[in-house]
C-alpha cells in the first residue's frame, strides 16, 4: 500500500527539541522531493520544509535555521530536527510528497495522518 | 512570497446546488514555457489530510467526482463544484506551486445550508 506514516510528535517545553520522523512505504521513495507541511488546531496549511532527491532542503526565507530536513532512502525514511520550538510551532505535522516524481512541481498528492506537536510548559 | 488569497472564507450552499470558492494570487502563476497555471486545490475533512482535487489550475485528480471543476489563469482562479453532495462538506484549500515557498490559501469552509 502506498503510504506516509508520521511519527515523534508529542509533548515539548518551549526551547525544546523534537525529531520528527515519516516512513514512507509502497512506492520508490528515492524518487521523489519530500516535504513536511504543518497545520495548527483550527487554522491553515503552513508548507515548512522539503528536500530534494539529491539531499538538498529548501526552507522557507523566515525560517532562522531552527529546523533540519534530512531524508535516508536506505530506509524510506524522512526527517524533520526542529530546535528551539516556540509555542507557534504548536501543530499538526505532515509529510507530503511531491505528486509527480522529479518534475519539481510541489503540488502534493500523497500525505500521512499527521504528528501533532504541541510546545508548551 | 506569493500570497494566496481565498473567498468567501466560509459559504453555505443547500444540496444539489452549485458550489464556487475563489483564489487569488499575488502575482501570475502562469508559466510561460508550457502555459500552465501552476495552482492546486485541495479539500480537507475534520481529522484527516488535505485530499488533492485538481492541479495545473484545471486538472482533476485521478478519482475525483466530475461535479469537481477548476478554472482561471495568472492571478484569479475558481473551484466549481456543481452539484453538492453531502460528502463534499470540507474546508478547501488553493495553493500555488509557481515558486519555493509553496503557499497556501487561508481555506473555505463549505457547509450544507
Known amino acids: 500500500e502506498v503510504q506516509l506514516v508520521e511519527s515523534g510528535g508529542g509533548l515539548v517545553q518551549p526551547g525544546g527539541s523534537l525529531r520528527l520522523s515519516c516512513a514512507a512505504s509502497?512506492?520508490?521513495?528515492?524518487?521523489?522531493?519530500m516535504h513536511w507541511v504543518r497545520q495548527a488546531t483550527g487554522k491553515g496549511l503552513e508548507w515548512v520544509s522539503a528536500?530534494?532527491?539529491?539531499?538538498?532542503?529548501y526552507y522557507p526565507g523566515s525560517e532562522k535555521g531552527r529546523f533540519t530536513i534530512s531524508r535516508e532512502n536506505a530506509r524510506n525514511s524522512l526527517y524533520l530536527q526542529m530546535n528551539s520550538l516556540r509555542a507557534g510551532d504548536t501543530a499538526v505535522y505532515y509529510c507530503?510528497?511531491?505528486?509527480?516524481?522529479?518534475?519539481?512541481?510541489?503540488?502534493?498528492?500523497?500525505w500521512g495522518r499527521g504528528t501533532l506537536v504541541t510546545v508548551s510548559s | 512570497d506569493i500570497v494566496m488569497t481565498q473567498s468567501p472564507d466560509s459559504l453555505a450552499v443547500s444540496l444539489g446546488e452549485r458550489a464556487t470558492i475563489n483564489c487569488k494570487s499575488s502575482?501570475?502563476?502562469?508559466?510561460?514555457?508550457?502555459?500552465?497555471?501552476?495552482l492546486a486545490w485541495y479539500q480537507q475533512k475534520p481529522g484527516q489530510p488535505p485530499k488533492l482535487l485538481i492541479y495545473w489550475a484545471s486538472t482533476r485528480e485521478s478519482g475525483v467526482p466530475d461535479r469537481f471543476s477548476g478554472s482561471g489563469s495568472r492571478t484569479d482562479f475558481t473551484l466549481t463544484i456543481s452539484s453538492l453532495q453531502a460528502e463534499d462538506v470540507a474546508v478547501y484549500y488553493c495553493?500555488?506551486?509557481?515558486?519555493?515557498?509553496?503557499?497556501f490559501g487561508q481555506g473555505t469552509k463549505l457547509e450544507i445550508k
Open positions: 495553493q500555488q506551486y509557481y515558486s519555493t515557498p509553496p503557499t
Open positions: 502575482q501570475s502563476v502562469l508559466y510561460s514555457s508550457n502555459n500552465k497555471n501552476s
Open positions: 509502497g512506492f520508490t521513495f528515492s524518487s521523489y522531493d
Open positions: 528536500i530534494g532527491t539529491a539531499g538538498d532542503p
Open positions: 507530503a510528497r511531491e505528486a509527480v516524481a522529479g518534475t519539481r512541481d510541489w503540488y502534493f498528492d500523497l
